[in-house]
């Protein structure tokens, strides 16, 4: 399955974006899918992810009540919605299933 994901950008604190995660050439099927970010110099974190059988969801403390994951099966795509947004969201965004990572979308907020 190829991911791709779709929907950074730059946005003032407190704004919101709407990230996407596109998989084609297969379905999620059996995997969870996660979101994950890298700030620079920093490790890549787990930020959400959301069971593809029972819809079950796990947020990062950090983003708890900010941030919602969603699935539309129907099109194979996972979003990311991010509102308040911090300067310290700021990073690139990747979506995984299994072992797939998708390019990943850049986020920037700024102060």
């Known amino acids: 399955v190829q991911l791709v994901e779709s929907g950074g950008g730059l946005v003032q604190a407190g704004g919101s974006l709407r990230l996407s995660c596109a998989a084609s050439g297969s379905t999620f099927d059996d995997y969870a899918i996660g979101w994950f970010r890298q700030a620079p110099g920093k490790e890549r974190e787990g930020v959400s992810c959301i069971s593809s059988s029972d819809g079950s969801t796990y947020y990062k403390n950090s983003v708890k009540g900010r941030f919602t994951i969603s699935s539309d099966n129907a099109k194979n795509t996972v979003y990311l919605q991010m509102n308040s947004l911090k300067p310290e969201d700021t990073a690139v965004y990747y979506c995984?299933?299994?072992?797939?990572w998708g390019q990943g979308t850049q986020v920037t907020v700024s102060s």
């Open positions: 995984k299933s299994g072992a797939n």
